[in-house]
């Protein structure tokens, strides 16, 4: 089974921008999307970002996303207080036939 | 606006059977379209997809659970439910029902996410 592995925490100031990494080596990232999930505490995960680097409606765009090689990035730019939340990366796993989730990042807005 | 909305038992004891049920609303679990999903998270900790199903009877679950957990659809009903069987301490988590959605990637192939999740409910294992 593959693994994602993310930071456990990352942490900003408002106003600043964020990165939060995501790297798997099987399946390859580099052969598949990668999504992104939000989730604040005590809520259900929400998406975030699909296909690596496209934003569901509503989802405003100091949030973006890209992928190289075997690694992903969730950047947050304008960094607000109420984007302090676990983000989740995933793919699809083709031979599990079902999604692979990172371990999540928890972020922190000092 | 599509609704998922989960309901089951809060507390299960271990050796049971945990049954939880996904309402939908707002669309059709009978659509050819999309295939829906069961994904938990014990407190504190990530999430861990259970299981994907399509109406046609096509399922696929997570290897490391196969062997406990069988998914089904009532379609009259537009609902659908998760059972896990031999639950222990460690099956304690909250547990979510989402719908699987397809989009395309730059080569063309598939590529699926969940989107939306219901609000999730939680289930202890304990005696």
């Known amino acids: 089974q593959s693994v994602l592995t993310q930071p456990p925490s990352a942490s900003g100031t408002p106003g600043q921008r964020v990165t939060i990494s995501c790297s798997g080596s099987s399946p390859n990232i580099r052969d598949t999307a990668v999504h992104w999930y939000q989730q604040f505490p005590g809520t259900a995960p929400k998406l975030l970002i699909f296909n690596s680097d496209q934003r569901p409606s509503g989802v405003p765009a100091r949030f973006s996303a890209s992928k190289s090689g075997t690694s992903a990035s969730l950047a947050i730019s304008g960094l607000q207080s109420e984007d302090e939340a676990d983000y989740y990366c995933?793919?699809?796993?083709?031979?599990?036939?079902?999604?692979?989730f990172g371990g999540g990042t928890k972020l922190t807005v000092l | 606006q599509l609704h998922l909305q989960e309901s089951g038992p809060g507390l299960v004891k271990p050796s049971e059977t945990l049954s939880l049920t996904c309402d939908v609303s707002?669309?059709?679990?009978?659509?050819?379209?999309?295939?829906w999903g069961w994904i938990r998270q014990p407190p504190g900790k990530g999430l861990e997809w259970i299981g994907t199903?399509?109406?046609?009877?096509?399922?696929s679950y997570n290897p490391s659970l196969e062997s406990r957990v069988t998914i089904s659809v009532d379609t009259s009903k537009n609902q659908f439910s998760l059972n896990l069987n031999s639950v222990t301490a460690t099956d304690t988590a909250v547990y979510y029902c989402a719908r699987r959605v397809t989009s395309y990637n730059w080569r063309g192939y598939p590529e699926y996410c969940f989107d939306p999740w219901g609000q999730g409910t939680l289930v202890t294992v304990s005696s």
């Open positions: 707002g669309a059709s679990i009978s659509s050819d379209t999309h295939y």
């Open positions: 199903f399509h109406h046609s009877g096509s399922t």
């Open positions: 995933a793919l699809w796993d083709g031979r599990l036939n079902g999604p692979v």
